[in-house]
Nanobody
Framework: QVQLVESGGGLVQAGGSLRVSCATS????????MGWFRQASGKERAFVAT????????LYADSVRGRFTISRDNAKNTVYLQMNNLKPEDTAVYYC????????????????????WGQGTQVTVSS
């Protein structure tokens, strides 16, 4: 059973930076496509970013492109989301997700495509 645990959320002022992490266990991390999603209060869960198995390819939502960076360390079984120039509209619970992928180039932007999910970490950006 794959387990994902997010950490690093918190309260930050607009324009600030924050890095959230997702540590995984119970599976072969390098075989998984990883993704970050977020869910603001009263809204549906939304795609933020995804990274392929080796970390050589990424995809971002338009709303975060140029401000957020997804990365992974396969030796540490961890995926990161570096968030810069944060805005109040980035306030949400951030979730990491994982799915086993046979294709090394695969990237997934749909929540339905992921099998494993973390419990989420709250990120609050004050204006």
């Amino acid at each position: 059973q794959v387990q994902l645990v997010e950490s690093g959320g918190g309260l930050v002022q607009a324009g600030g930076s924050l890095r959230v992490s997702c540590a995984t266990s119970g599976g072969t991390f390098s075989g998984y496509v990883m993704g970050w999603f977020r869910q603001a209060s009263g809204k549906e869960r939304a795609f933020v970013a995804t990274i392929n198995r080796s970390g050589t390819s990424t995809l971002y939502a338009d709303s975060v492109r140029g401000r957020f960076t997804i990365s992974r360390d396969n030796a540490k079984n961890t995926v990161y989301l570096q968030m810069n120039n944060l805005k109040p509209e980035d306030t949400a619970v951030y979730y990491c997700a994982a799915v086993l992928a046979s294709n090394s180039a695969s990237l997934y932007a749909g929540a339905f495509q992921y099998r494993y999910w973390g419990q989420g970490t709250q990120v609050t950006v004050s204006s």
